[in-house]
């Protein structure tokens, strides 16, 4: 069945959006049934009984709560240009990021007034991210922030890391192994801008307990090395029980 996000649960009726979507492209008609999800682990089935002007309407059949990913994963991601950090969103939402920090650094390219207008897309790729990858939690998604607010806004994680293209840095491997305690509890990697991060961002980074970290023998793309990082704490963190789909009990409405 077709996912659909439905934020305002008090309402029998899609958002604009989602009905254009579900009328004009997916045709849905009177009797087909769907999934709508509100991004913070409540999901409901429901029939389509019809339209009331540009919006599809329905009826709850079913509904379910599905706990929250039982990791914390966090990338915090120096501004890219458009199309790199379209594609870092949407693929850190596949990959199960349940956090996300845009950093501006010295290097970002996209100056600070332009990034601060771009939340209200990152929110939409995120959105049809969950939707296609069956994720009934949306990541938090922080506005734009300098590292001096993320060293502060991410003092939760045990572990923090930042990717380093110096000798010397450990390889993320041995790195994790070592501290695979604190990563359990939560885990943050920064990627630098395509400029990189300079000399005084790296030490400013590792005076703040960040530690750096080599992600692979060859030079990624920033955005590639970001993803990454979410595909490998991904790998080490989802356990056989909790590496399945987000799951809960459907309850049938009276």
């Known amino acids: 069945m077709e996912r659909y996000y439905w934020p305002k649960p008090e309402e029998d009726l899609l958002g604009i959006r989602e009905s254009d979507h579900a009328l004009r492209v997916m045709r849905h008609r009177e009797g087909d049934r769907i999934v709508l999800f509100d991004g913070v682990g409540r999901e409901w089935i429901a029939e389509v009984t019809g339209r009331r002007g540009r919006q599809l309407a329905f009826r709850r059949i079913a509904e379910r709560r599905v706990a929250p990913p039982p990791w914390r994963i966090a990338i915090a991601q120096a501004i890219l240009k458009a199309k790199a950090m379209d594609l870092f969103f949407q693929k850190a939402i596949e990959l199960g990021v349940t956090e996300i920090f845009p950093v501006l650094c010295a290097r970002s390219i996209e ?144």
């Open 111 to 254: 100056p600070e007034e332009r990034v601060g207008q771009k939340q209200a897309r990152w929110t939409e790729i995120a959105i049809a991210a969950a939707k296609q990858s069956g994720r009934a939690w949306l990541p938090t998604i922080h506005a734009p922030i300098g590292l001096g607010a993320l060293g502060r806004e991410s003092s939760s994680y045990p572990l923090r890391l930042f990717g380093s293209l110096y000798e010397g840095a450990p390889p993320l491997r041995s790195l994790f192994a070592a501290h695979r305690k604190e990563a359990e509890r939560g885990v943050l990697s920064l990627i630098g801008p395509e400029g990189d991060l300079t000399p005084a961002e790296r030490t400013y980074l590792e005076d703040a307990g960040f530690l750096p970290v080599s992600l692979s023998p060859t030079v990624l793309r920033a955005e590639t090395a970001a993803l990454f990082c979410a595909a490998a704490f991904l790998y080490e963190l989802a356990d056989e029980g909790s590496g399945r789909r987000e799951e809960g009990v459907w309850q049938k409405r009276l």
